[in-house]
């Protein structure tokens, strides 16, 4: 690299420092759980999904803390009057408030009830700690527990909005517990919230549910309900653009419809009118089975739900959606026919 190169490049880092305004914070998890039950640290809803880890995992994690043992630091973003917003570290701190009785998680296998306190599994080193709860410790455990400290990074207020969307996108991508669409959910909203919220209230639209009814819980919980309708938008509006992988084109359709400083334009009333016809006509014709798989002797739909049929007809209807009504008895039956036979 040339020296006039390099200075170029040092100008550049040095430039964008001033959009990364960070600070280092040693905080108890007793704080920390009380910002939470304060309403001074956001767990959204959105997040709350994603929480994954087993009640074993739990376990191990409080084990660790009564060990004192280090534990990798926690995210967090600096909002007005000194509220954070969590943006990594979920599985940590969900652990500890379930310990403590202040974690609601129905989305769980069982779930968690808001007041049910974690009873200690599958420790590992102290196995006597295995089926205790925090009310069972000793009370100097449970001082240990609640002063243990973890470092926080906090991403102050004044930073650039990019700056905290990228530093979360880097944090999260590719972690095994989220899915893609739950990175996205995440993530896109720091450049804006409209696009991420318009996608959830599309989700649960009646046709729409109706017509995706094989969706699994687990598919539900990890977001693909709402992956599949990005998907509509992206391959209605862009796919003479998809020229790679599918999942960097969704995510760069929903980063340029939801950032402001893009040129994408999304008319979110008239794609509202189009996704609602669209699902009004699907559920009047096949509900259910509108995605469903072929029998093998291809006598009938055998019920499931397959992805490609989903985007194929659900995009394939856009020549001819203008021209449907889905109060239409003849038009509908004659869609049935097509797509059963298709």
């Not at 009938?300 to 985007?311: D, K, M, P």
Request: proline share 4%; glycine share 6%; charged share 30%.
């Amino acid at each position: 690299m040339t020296q006039a190169k390099g200075e170029q490049l040092i100008d550049a880092i040095t430039k964008a420092l001033p959009r990364a305004s960070t600070q280092a914070l040693d905080i108890s998890f007793n704080e920390l759980l009380d910002m939470y039950k304060n309403k001074e640290l956001n767990i959204s809803p959105d997040f709350q999904r994603l929480f994954r880890w087993s009640p074993g995992q739990r376990s191990r994690f409080i084990e660790s803390l009564l060990l004192e043992m280090p534990v990798p630091p926690i995210f967090m973003i600096e909002e007005e009057k000194g509220r954070y917003v969590l943006i990594d570290g979920l599985q940590r701190i969900s652990s500890y408030l379930h310990f403590r009785g202040e974690l609601e998680a129905e989305h769980l296998d069982p779930p968690v009830k808001l007041g049910e306190k974690l009873e200690l599994v599958d420790c590992d080193i102290v196995r006597e700690l295995n089926g205790l709860t925090y009310d069972s410790l000793d009370v100097g455990l449970q001082i240990r527990a609640k002063r243990a400290f973890i470092r926080v990074e906090v991403v102050r207020e004044g930073a650039d909005p990019h700056f905290k969307y990228h530093m979360f996108k880097r944090l999260n991508t590719g972690g095994e517990l989220l899915s893609e669409q739950q990175v996205r959910n995440s993530t896109i909203r720091m450049l804006g919230s409209t696009f991420p919220e318009f996608l959830k209230s599309m989700s649960k639209i009646e046709d729409f549910r109706d017509c995706t009814e094989y969706l699994t819980q687990e598919r539900l919980n990890s977001g693909f309900d709402q992956e599949l309708i990005l998907r509509f938008f992206a391959l209605k509006n862009r796919r003479d653009q998809f020229k790679h992988e599918v999942s960097d084109f969704l995510t760069e359709y929903m980063e340029d419809v939801t950032d402001d400083n893009r040129p994408e334009t999304f008319n979110y009333a008239e794609e509202e009118v189009v996704f609602r016809k669209t699902f009004a006509v699907l559920k009047r014709a096949l509900g259910a089975y509108a995605f469903a798989f072929a029998k093998k002797d291809r006598s009938g739909l055998s019920g499931g739900f397959s992805t490609y049929h989903f985007e194929a007809i659900t995009v394939g209807l856009q020549e001819i959606i203008d021209k449907l009504d889905p109060e239409d008895a003849n038009a509908i039956e004659k869609l049935k026919t097509c797509l059963a036979v298709c």
